[in-house]
């Protein structure tokens, strides 16, 4: 049971620790770095997907049209079937006279998923670099100047920015943990070789763009960073072009949303080779994925082994899942939340999440296309 303990332990210290370690002591002797070029601003198209987005699409538009940005904007305004005023608001936006940019609005009136209708959306823009964004997630104004510079060098064929969860104006403590863990992560991954990006904002070249399998894939973030790194371009990371989404209004919303991004992290890598991004994929994704298998055999395996530094390591975990119940008492009665217990509660509230993931992706439950949560707006 000792061996069990301590691979476990030691699986999820690399995880969430060594792995960081690891990234910093290569960098040192492994360097892909490029420098990006401030004076590569072409033209650019921003793509928005959109299903049933009328609260904040009008705000979205308005985003895009006061970013700081010196060539013309081509936005486009891609609808997945949306069933409320979302075309409607998009197109009255549209027909206006706009300085800065040309708004097109594509509505596909069947509902395919993201990728389906990103893959139309590509083939329809008119510009040669491309913008992928969120319809809640709204740009820092400068976000385009830092993040497009770094596509004029030919190895680099993609290039993502931060994502920022934001609740009543302010970034929560968690979450500016959990981001910035992952804004260093990535930022080394990068210096080493590639990384992966965020679909709330992300740019890459047009021609690299591998229009993955629309099937059951459902996220386009992932994918297309696979599918950019097996075309044998890096893709890069940039940690001052920012986005702020709002946060989920409730954790099964929340709980969902990780269901979901599980789910399509699993199609990904099975439609696209992770050869090039092994460590990436292991370290960074494949145990984070398994952390509540490891979570488990650490707890058991700690309850058939005597001795007194077991019994505090023990005490520890009882401690920690114990906090994670209060805190998801509080947020189901209270909806309010507390650092102490709503740590380890977010916390376990993913692990569980990965479980469930998996099984409904072995189950073949799930749609290739993704689910509307109700988020706050920023």
């Known amino acids: 049971m000792k061996i069990v303990f301590w691979v476990s332990f ?98 596909f009136t069947d509902r395919r998923g993201k990728i389906a209708i990103l893959n139309d959306a590509v083939c329809d823009a008119r510009t040669d670099i491309l913008v992928f964004t969120d319809a809640n997630a709204m740009f820092k104004e400068d976000a385009l100047i830092k993040l497009i510079p770094h596509l004029a060098d030919p190895t680099v064929g993609c290039v993502g920015g931060v994502k920022k969860i934001v609740s009543n104006g302010e970034v929560s403590e968690n979450e500016k943990i959990y981001w910035g863990m992952e804004t260093i992560m990535k930022t080394k991954e990068a210096e080493i070789g590639s990384t992966f990006v965020d679909g ?19 996220m386009d973030d992932f994918a297309v960073a696979l599918g950019v790194i097996n075309k044998n371009k890096r893709v890069v990371f ?41 460590p990436q994929v292991i370290s960074h994704k494949i145990f984070r994925w398994s952390t509540f298998i490891f979570m488990m055999t650490l707890l058991i395996s700690n309850l058939f082994i005597g001795g007194a530094f077991y019994s505090i390591c023990l005490l520890v975990q009882v401690m920690f899942y114990g906090l994670a119940i209060v805190g998801l008492i509080l947020n189901l009665f209270h909806h309010k939340q507390y650092k102490l217990f709503y740590a380890p509660f977010y916390f376990c509230l993913t692990t569980i999440a990965q479980v469930v993931g998996f099984i409904k992706y072995m189950r073949k439950t799930h749609p290739a296309f993704w689910e509307k949560l109700d988020r706050g707006l920023t």
């Open 238 to 278: 940039e940690s001052s072009a920012i986005a702020y989404e709002g946060a989920s209004k409730q954790s099964r919303d929340e709980f969902r949303r990780k269901i979901r991004i599980f789910m399509g992290a699993i199609n990904s890598i099975r439609c696209f080779s992770i050869k090039k991004v092994v």
């Open 10 to 107: 030691g699986i999820l210290f690399y995880t969430y620790f060594g792995y960081l370690l690891f990234l910093f002591v290569i960098s040192k002797f492994k360097k892909n770095t490029h420098i990006p070029n401030p004076n590569f601003l072409p033209p650019i198209s921003i793509l928005i997907p959109s299903h049933n987005e009328e609260e904040v699409i009008i705000q979205k538009i308005e985003n895009c049209l006061s970013l700081d940005y010196p060539n013309r904007l081509e936005i486009i305004v891609v609808s997945d079937g949306s069933t409320d005023r979302t075309v409607e608001l998009a197109h009255k936006v549209a027909l206006q006279s706009h300085e800065k940019a040309t708004i097109r609005v594509l509505h």
């Open 200 to 218: 709330a904002i992300y740019a890459l070249k047009k021609e690299v763009y591998p229009f993955p399998k629309d099937d059951h894939i459902i």
